[in-house]
Structure formats: structure tokens, C-alpha cells
T-cell receptor, first 111, second 116 residues
């Protein structure tokens, strides 16, 4: 199972673009990369998922280089409400259902 | 409304007193999973189930039991709780797609358990 490494915390200001990178050196061929967002006292919520290159939705973009050993979650023009913990998850059903979340990155957005 | 529900949301108990935390989903998901969350350790998987009557150990299964008799329910059982099981617990569910895919998990609101 691919182990992930993320920065423990990051600070930003409102209106800035935030990039959070996740390292996953032993990612398997069939693994997908998924990011979740978690607010205090709530369950994590799905943000975005990708396999390779770039994926964009209404909330974020996900950049995955060709070797897939890392990925970067990009949040454009963050606001105070983006203050949360962001988790990178690498895996897929080919692993039989066992999933390992990273420790998460605590993003603090200041006014 | 599509959701994952957990009960109770808060529980304070004493060492050794058996307890069950229930989890139910109304999305007809095959996959269900339990996680515990502790400060500085992120989310750690306890047990998971790919379908009815199929369960398997996650990363930290010691001290826990689960069962999957119906598709919608996946209770977490602590036969003899200990203080080191004090934690925030999340249940999650998902469709279990093809072997080369992964489907987003929907998480419940969490159960905060304190074992004295």
C-alpha cells in the first residue's frame, strides 16, 4: 500500500492560491489519488480525484506528474472557509479495500 | 437524503463495559469502513467490508470487532473498551467499483468516545 507524506501545516491569506503537495513514492499502477477536506468536528468530504496529468473541478485542481510519485492539490483564491485539514489518499479497489490516509495538512487561511 | 448515520454521537463509558457504535447508510453502497482519528495521527482504518458477510482488518483492528449482516449496517463493537480506545470514530461508505478504480467515500458525522 502506498504511504503518503504531506506537510503537517500551511498558512495562507485570503485570495491567494494554495498548493499542497503529497508524496507517494510507491504508488501502484492501478492506484488513484484522492483528496479529502475535513472541517473540525465533521467527517472528511471528497474534493477531487485523479489518475494522471491534471484534473479540475469547481473546487480545486489536481496536478499529477508523469511518474505519479507525487501530486499537488491546488486551491484557487482561498477564503477563510477553506481553513480545514486536507488529506491525500492513494489507493484503489485493487488493494482489496484497505485504505491508508496520510496525516493530513492543516491549512490556516488568514484575513 | 443520502447519508451515513452513526449512533451515538457522543459516549462516555468505563473500562471493560462492552459497547456498540452503529453505522447505517441509505445509498446501497457495497463498501463500508471504520476509522479512528487521533491528534497527530490522522485517519486510521480499523475494519472494512467490501460487501455483506465480507469483512477484513484495516491498519488498527486490535480491540475491535465488526459485522456486516445487512448491506446498509456496519456496527463497530468494542468488547472490552480500554482508555487507549478513546478517540473520534468515523464510519464511511462507498460504491465498490471495478478493480482499477476507486470511488469516493461518504463519511458519517463521527462518534466521540471516551473510555474512563
Amino acid at each position: 500500500l502506498a504511504k503518503t507524506t504531506q506537510p503537517i501545516s500551511m498558512d495562507s491569506y485570503e485570495g491567494q492560491e494554495v498548493n499542497i503537495t503529497c508524496s507517494h513514492n510507491n504508488i501502484a499502477t492501478n492506484d488513484y489519488i484522492t483528496w479529502y477536506q475535513q472541517f473540525p468536528s465533521q467527517g472528511p468530504r471528497f474534493i477531487i480525484q485523479g489518475y494522471k496529468t491534471k484534473v479540475t473541478n469547481e473546487v480545486a485542481s489536481l496536478f499529477i506528474p508523469a511518474d505519479r510519485k507525487s501530486s499537488t492539490l491546488s486551491l484557487p483564491r482561498v477564503s477563510l472557509s477553506d481553513t480545514a485539514v486536507y488529506y491525500c489518499l492513494v489507493g484503489g479497489w485493487n488493494q482489496g479495500g484497505k485504505l491508508i490516509f496520510g496525516q493530513g495538512t492543516e491549512l490556516s487561511v488568514k484575513p | 437524503e443520502a447519508q451515513v448515520t452513526q449512533n451515538p454521537r457522543y459516549l462516555i463509558t468505563v473500562t471493560g463495559k462492552k459497547l456498540t457504535v452503529t453505522c447505517s447508510q441509505n445509498m446501497n453502497h457495497e463498501y463500508m469502513s471504520w476509522y479512528r482519528q487521533d491528534p497527530g495521527l490522522g485517519l486510521r482504518q480499523i475494519y472494512y467490508s467490501m460487501n455483506v458477510e465480507v469483512t477484513d482488518k484495516g491498519d488498527v483492528p486490535e480491540g475491535y470487532k465488526v459485522s456486516r449482516k445487512e448491506k446498509r449496517n456496519f456496527p463497530l463493537i468494542l468488547e472490552s473498551p480500554s482508555p487507549n480506545q478513546t478517540s473520534l470514530y468515523f464510519c464511511a461508505s462507498s460504491f465498490a467499483g471495478g478493480l482499477s478504480s476507486y470511488n469516493e467515500q461518504f463519511f458519517g458525522p463521527g462518534t466521540r468516545l471516551t473510555v474512563l
